[in-house]
């Protein structure tokens, strides 16, 4: 989830790049701060996470 002024601004969904690794792409089109925010979920072992970062985009 992207977020920018405390909107949601964009959803991408993550592909799969490696043991603990996942990758995505996200399009912006305004300068500012954002707040990237993962959520990550194995259905095969119940293993959840949640991870958060902020970026500024110039």
Do not use: C, R, W
Not at 18 to 42: C, H, R
């Amino acid at each position: 989830m992207v977020k920018h002024k405390e909107k949601i601004v964009s959803i991408v969904d993550l592909d799969f790049a490696g043991p603990s690794t996942f990758q995505g792409n996200a399009v912006v089109e305004e300068k500012g701060d954002y707040e990237l925010i993962v959520y990550a979920y194995d259905a095969q072992t119940g293993n959840t996470g949640v991870d958060k970062v902020k970026v500024q985009v110039q």
